[in-house]
């Protein structure tokens, strides 16, 4: 059900970014309940002179392996499920490649169910919605 | 009004690219009523260690072919008109560049009327709404 | 708050690119009331063949000097205060660059205040709302 998008610089390493992918994945299983295999993530790197990240705003110290991390979901998740995700994901990239959780930034974008198709020109929750489906 | 984001895969021709476009525009003029001449798609392409796709999830068959489209546009849609939207972005980025619908990922995101300046820094729905503004 | 994200043509100068993602963070300091250093913009860059912009739609004249400005922010904006933004950044985009207003496009998408973490894995606007949190 999440989209994930992930901006990084240029400078950091191909391996970490499918690392970085991963540790989305699993914190998003951890914290709001997503089937497995709901995995749909692109990840994007720019130049120093294309993404431009205040250092300190919201007294944060960042530096050039800021992350962002772009997420749309279904709406639903209480502001408790959405606490524990930021959480959870900033100690999985932390410990997946050693981004300092200063470093992650996360943004949560909502749609509704029937804003989704994942193949065959279906509406895939709204036809045969799953259990899990919030 | 729809704005439109689509990711592929960077074997996707650059032909291909301009014609899913296309066939994403055609799709819908017929289900969702835009005007004429309501085209605004950016074609991102990616390497495959940078965008993450599951091969089965909601029992499809993905490919190095996926395509992800995502659509901006305004709310007031039903049901219907969405899921005759995908149905017929499936079927026209089939026809047109053979990619099975099972690669086609479909996403909306609504917004307001209030919500989009198309150029000379004003808000065009607001001031002036078309009589085809849904 | 605002998390920006910019489109243009190749043959935008790097330096444009900057002074463009300068002028539309000024010109929301200026109307709609974010705090100093909110500058979180990432722009990309896309070949002809892969960025496709109707010239005339809703009366404008649009060129390869096409930018769009997608921003995305917290809700709660009045649609005076858009209307403020949209026409500020369109003028600071043309005094700073030369581009003509025409080719300014810009797209608000909201979002609640839980669904942002600015780092540390927490979410700043729930646990400590500043007094600027619209």
């Keep these: 059900m999440p989209f994930v998008r992930i901006d990084v610089f ?23 309940s997503i089937p497995e295999g709901d995995r749909f993530i692109i990840v994007s790197a720019h130049d120093k002179d294309a993404m431009f990240v205040d250092p300190h705003f919201q007294g944060m110290n960042r530096t050039e392996r800021y ?5 749309r ?17 900033a100690e ?3 410990e997946a490649v050693g981004i300092a959780t200063d470093d992650v930034m996360i943004l949560l974008t909502e749609c509704a169910q029937v804003d989704w198709s994942f193949g065959k020109g279906e509406a895939q929750f709204i036809l045969h919605p799953p259990a899990w489906v919030k």
């Design 92 to 94: 999985r990239v932390h």
């Design 10 to 32: 240029n400078a950091t390493p191909v391996e970490d970014r499918k690392a970085i992918a991963d540790a989305v994945y699993e914190a998003m299983r951890e914290t709001i």
């Design 67 to 71: 992350v962002a991390i772009e997420i």
């Design 73 to 89: 979901l279904n709406q639903g998740r209480t502001p408790e499920m959405k606490q524990a995700l930021y959480k959870r994901v």
